[in-house]
């Protein structure tokens, strides 16, 4: 099946830098969702973005299919972006319904 | 619109007690799954559903039964319970398509 591989496994920063967070995945992908897990455990959706470039607030995700990867960008970082950032790829149509998950890049904001 | 709904958010077993956690979603959706994660790690695949009386597996259904009676509801029930299930369980759902996934906040559950 699928593997997805997340990069880098921590991060810690100081607030205000930015940082970028990677996602490979070994096949051709139709969905891609990047999720943000909050302290208290929620998977927050950030966004769907299959292809091409999204932008909300502080944060922006870029896909390029093509080459199998994802990245999620920070900028000027804030204490509550802290936790644990997961992607999360849908490969193929026989099993449609099958989502799987990288295993998490955790950033730590310090103040 | 409460999204994607479970029930309990906490809950403590004893080994070789059966239980069911509870998902409900009003959105409409034909896909529902359910996940387990385990402390530092990424979210597993248990069991899914394409639509009312369709099941499949996942990655670890072992131990897992589920069904889906309705498009609404996908319960998943645990048999009897092992220290190894202790876990955090999230259901999940989709409309059809290359449509996002909405989560449930999950349902923290300890097997002693």
């Known amino acids: 099946g699928i593997q997805v591989e997340q990069s880098p496994p921590d991060l810690i920063l100081q607030e205000g830098a930015n940082s970028t967070l990677r996602c490979n995945f070994s096949?051709?992908?139709?969905?891609l969702q990047w999720f943000h897990q909050n302290p208290w455990g929620q998977l927050i959706n950030l966004f769907y973005i299959p292809s091409g470039t999204k932008q909300n607030g502080r944060l922006s995700a870029t896909t390029v299919a093509t080459e199998r990867y994802s990245l999620l960008y920070i900028s000027s970082s804030q204490t509550t972006d802290s936790g644990v950032y997961f992607c999360a790829v849908l490969s193929g149509y026989s099993s449609a319904s099958k989502i799987i998950f990288g295993s998490g890049t955790r950033l730590s904001i310090r103040p | 619109n409460a999204g994607v709904t479970q029930t309990p958010k906490f809950q403590v077993l004893k080994t070789g007690q059966s239980m069911t956690l509870q998902c409900a979603q009003d959105?409409?959706?034909?896909?529902m799954s359910w996940y387990r994660q385990d402390p530092g790690m990424g979210l597993r695949l248990i069991h899914y559903s394409v639509g009312a009386g369709i099941t499949d597996q996942g990655e670890v259904p072992n131990g897992y039964n589920v069904s889906r009676s309705t498009t609404e509801d996908f319960p998943l029930r645990l048999l009897s319970a092992a220290p190894s299930q202790t876990s955090v369980y999230f259901c999940a759902s989709r409309a059809q398509g290359n449509q996002p996934q909405h989560f449930g906040d999950g349902t923290r559950l300890s097997i002693l």
């Open positions: 959105m409409n959706h034909e896909y």
């Open positions: 096949d051709s992908v139709n969905n």
